[in-house]
């Protein structure tokens, strides 16, 4: 038993060590008491990551502009992109046209380099037949997933197809929610996406109990619809309105909450860090070149 001790003992030594050491640089020797870099250790740790949030394409769409975003995106290399709704233009019950419409979509999700999560829009939900080609297409309307001990969960603000009428969740995302808060009770972060931001709705009352379950947890909140950008305060915890990455919008800028944007957000062992990026404030290497 004693040999067994000594031995984990060794191998926890043994992991904690090449762990220290993945996270320090290795510097040059410089026989002098003064160095010209300020700290050895990197800011880096194994549960660090980027991921992005999208915001509204559709409700008075402006051609390229989402596909420009796709592009700024890629340069970014986040591990992953989550949605917040209003993807394809919809409020139709043609099969043709929502079918074309769900294609030209998927041809530009397909070109970012990392998974894109989906999450129902009053646009893409409109009514029973769009309903029912969302879940033949997604498989359901509402899920989670669990990345380095962050809790990612994705709601339908339309259940019940209501569009722009008393939009909610239903009751069954509400016990959904109690369930999976229950199952991950012990991560370090719970990311909530959605279309709409109920708290501002009296028809939100789903929602509330949502925001009940979420008390006292480290939690953020992200949502569109509005094509302007607000951050509350809720919960003690941030809840955000995107303003919109191609869909219809005045471009007054940022003193009225009207850009083209994705959040960039960072985990870190201190909680997230979340960054506005400005479609035109990103550029790849060719901003300027030489042609000698």
Known sequence: MKKLLITISFILVCF?????????????????????????????????????????????????????????????????????????????????????????????????????????????????????EWFKRFGSDYYHFLYKNVLFICLNSEHGYTALKNPDLGEEQVKFVEKILKKYANVDWTMIFMHQPLWLRESGKNWLKVENLLNGRDHSVFTGHHHNYKLYERNKNDYFVLATMGGGSKLRGVEHGEFDHFMFITMTERGPYFSNLMLDGIEDKNIRKENK
Do not use: C
């Open 16 to 132: 904690l060590t090449k762990t220290v050491a993945q996270n320090k640089l290795q510097l040059q020797k410089i026989n002098s008491e003064n160095k010209p870099w300020t700290y050895e250790n990197v800011n880096d740790h194994k549960n660090k990551f980027n991921f992005v949030v999208v915001t509204d394409r559709t409700g008075g769409e402006r051609k390229g502009i989402w596909q420009k975003g796709i592009d700024k995106i890629n340069l970014m290399q986040p591990a992953f992109v989550v949605s917040v709704g209003d993807l394809i233009n919809g409020y139709t019950k043609d099969l043709n046209t929502i079918n074309n419409e769900w294609e030209e979509f998927n041809s530009f999700v397909e070109k970012l380099e990392m998974p894109f999560f989906f999450v129902a829009g009053n646009h893409d939900y409109t009514n029973r037949v769009m309903e029912n």
